[in-house]
């Protein structure tokens, strides 16, 4: 709901503090924020920028390609360190993921961690009958 994402961002900047805390130890800390074609997209990306590249990464939902990872950069100077995971959860994400590393001048911190998830595969009749789905891969 609604609310809960607000909620959420509210929350960031305590939980991002200790966050640092745990990152400078050597831990890798993550944000999950929603993907480009969302209304959340900015405000969660927003929310994330004062420690992004300080030992916070972004993990970039529903990326479709590298003008999902390029939006992110060109959304604050702040990502242009952070580490940031594409997470391919979508059939157009599943074919563009060549795109996501081909773009190595532009992104430049970019993780070489592609992150399949199964959720938005499944009935999917192209996806589901190939194995992709009850693999797990």
Not at 52 to 65: D, E, H, I, N, P
Request: net charge positive.
């Amino acid at each position: 709901p609604e609310s809960a994402k607000l909620a959420a961002r509210a929350s960031l900047h305590g939980t991002l503090e200790h966050a640092q805390a745990v990152a400078a130890l050597g831990t890798a800390v993550y944000v999950r924020v929603n993907g480009l074609r969302t209304a959340h997209f900015l405000d969660d990306l927003q929310a994330v920028a004062p420690w992004a590249g300080r030992g916070v990464g972004v993990m970039l939902s529903k990326c479709s390609g590298s003008d999902d990872v390029a939006a992110v950069l060109d959304t604050s100077k702040a990502f242009s360190g952070a580490a940031i995971i594409p997470l391919i959860e979508t059939l157009e994400g599943l074919r563009n993921r060549h795109s996501v590393m081909e773009n190595r001048a532009r992104i430049i911190r970019i993780s070489t961690l592609l992150v399949f998830t199964t959720g938005f595969f499944r009935g999917h009749p192209n996806i589901e009958n190939t194995g992709f789905v009850q693999n797990g891969v």
